[in-house]
């Protein structure tokens, strides 16, 4: 059982940067993915990017050369530097963990909120 707790959001200016973070409590022992997801208003959830186990990236082009997700194993946490954000990148950002074996488990944070505004 894994407990994910996202924080760093907040208001921003268009331009600005934020990076948000995602502290994973519980241990990992199987093949994973983590990722952040976010979710508009009146739009359905939608990934922003994911990282595998062993490390490779993926990223939409609304956010592709402009964020970034890292992790640190040492301290289980997951990051998401935004860069360049735009009125667009307004939502609520989940973290979110799937771990592959047997059975697939889905794991989500509460979020936080992100909004872009001048």
């Known amino acids: 059982q894994l407990q994910l707790v996202e924080s760093g959001g907040g208001l921003v200016q268009p331009g600005g940067s934020l990076r948000l973070s995602c502290g994973v409590s519980?241990?990992?022992?199987?093949?994973?993915?983590m990722g952040w997801y976010r979710q508009r208003i009146g739009k359905q959830r939608e990934l922003v990017a994911t990282i595998s186990g062993g490390g490779r990236t993926n990223y939409p082009d609304s956010v592709k050369g402009r964020f970034t997700i890292s992790r640190d194993n040492a301290k289980n946490t997951m990051y998401l530097q935004m860069n360049s954000l735009k009125p667009e990148d307004t939502a609520v950002y989940y973290c979110?963990?799937?771990?592959?074996?047997?059975?697939?488990?889905?794991?989500w944070g509460q979020g936080t909120q992100v909004t872009v505004s001048s």
């Open positions: 979110n963990v799937v771990l592959y074996g047997s059975r697939t488990h889905d794991y």
């Open positions: 519980g241990r990992i022992v199987s093949t994973y993915v």
